[in-house]
Nanobody
């Protein structure tokens, strides 16, 4: 299984970025997908998750209303549209896949079986 994240970069505060994650080696439509982030010196934290069909999505309070997660099961991709970026959004962003059926587990990093390599997002003030 491979999850390849891309799209990170340097952006000024208030700007936008779109992260993408391409999955291979798994039945993509059978996995809920999530995005997590880890800032320097901090623990990895949940950002967003989306159900297998894309019909349900969940967000951390800190990004709700600014970030949107969506997926394309035909292309085996999941994306994270990030708008109104803030300096505190600076982190390495990871995509991950979980076979768990209960959405209550999607907030927890331990629920995810597969992880991408991460992509750096830096928001300048």
């Amino acid at each position: 299984v491979q999850l390849q994240a891309s799209g990170g970069g340097l952006v000024p505060a208030g700007g936008s970025l779109r992260l993408s994650c391409a999955a291979s080696g798994l039945i993509f439509s059978s996995y809920a997908m999530g995005w997590f982030r880890q800032a320097a010196g901090k623990e990895r934290e949940f950002v967003a998750a989306i159900s297998w069909s894309g019909g349900s999505s969940y967000y951390a309070d800190s990004v709700n209303g600014r970030f949107t997660i969506f997926r394309d099961n035909a292309k085996n991709t999941v994306s994270l549209q990030m708008n109104s970026l803030k300096p505190e959004d600076t982190a390495v962003y990871y995509c991950a896949a979980t076979p768990r059926y209960d959405s209550g587990g999607w907030y927890k990093a331990a629920s995810y079986a597969y992880w991408g390599q991460g992509t750096q997002v830096t928001v300048s003030s």
